[in-house]
């Protein structure tokens, strides 16, 4: 069974803390993506990588950074975080083009207080 | 810009019942996705429809893209409350293979 597995299904944090999203694929797919998923506004894209090292912006990446050092790791960093980065973080991978299918992790919910 | 507009929002039914819901847009898709993400978990995809007027079933689903692949369809037939879930679709512009563009949703309640 391919998987795409998330380090915390919850997270807590406070305003100004530095928070690591890690992402962690077994698929040996090119394609990785960090979502963010709010009620009313849908599944946004911050950023995708679609080879080591290398990553593109996505729909709202202000606030958030990401690496990717290996092709089995994304992580995604909030380098300080604000309340208004509440919500639900999915990582997504896909090994052929970018919109083709995408495994989808379980999510992490991060409080930010 | 909400460029992928899905309807109803939100739809309780009984166990039994058939539904259908609507994924539309003004703009033309190459290919169109349906997923459906159950609460705690990540979306999972059922289906992509790729040719115009394409019908796929996966059991008592079945999924239509429009002629001018600016729209599709999910039918649910006899619904269970398995079914119950948010159902997305996401589409994919010819030229533009970077980005998905993703409805925001059905969520569906199936009542036994």
């Known amino acids: 069974d391919v998987k795409v597995t998330q380090s915390s299904r919850y997270l807590v944090k406070r305003t100004g803390e530095k928070v690591f999203l890690e992402c962690v694929q077994d698929?040996?797919?090119?394609?990785m993506f960090w979502y963010r998923q709010d009620p009313g506004l849908g599944l946004r894209l911050i950023y995708f990588?679609?080879?080591?090292?290398?990553?593109e912006k996505g729909d709202i990446p202000e606030g958030y950074s990401v690496s990717r050092e290996k092709k089995e790791r994304f992580s995604l960093i909030l380098e300080s975080a604000s309340t208004n980065q509440t919500s639900m973080y999915l990582c997504?991978?896909?090994?052929?083009?970018?919109?083709?299918?995408?495994?989808f992790g379980s999510g992490t919910q991060l409080s930010v207080l | 810009t909400q460029l992928l507009e899905q309807s109803p929002q939100f739809l309780s039914i009984q166990e039994g019942e058939n539904l259908t819901v609507y994924c539309n847009s003004s703009s033309v898709f190459s290919s169109l996705q349906w997923y459906r993400q159950e609460p705690g978990e990540g979306p999972v995809l059922l289906v992509t429809?790729?040719?115009g007027g394409e019908v796929k079933k996966l059991k008592r689903l079945t999924f239509q893209f429009g002629d001018a692949r600016k729209d599709s369809s999910l039918h649910i037939t006899a619904a269970q409350p398995g079914d119950t879930g948010l159902y997305l679709c996401a589409g994919a512009h010819a030229g533009n293979n970077r980005k998905l563009i993703w409805g925001l949703g059905t969520s569906l309640a199936v009542n036994p």
């Open positions: 990588s679609y080879d080591v090292k290398m990553k």
């Open positions: 698929m040996d797919h090119e394609n």
């Open positions: 429809v790729v040719t």
């Open positions: 997504a991978s896909s090994g052929g083009p970018l919109r083709e299918k995408l495994f």
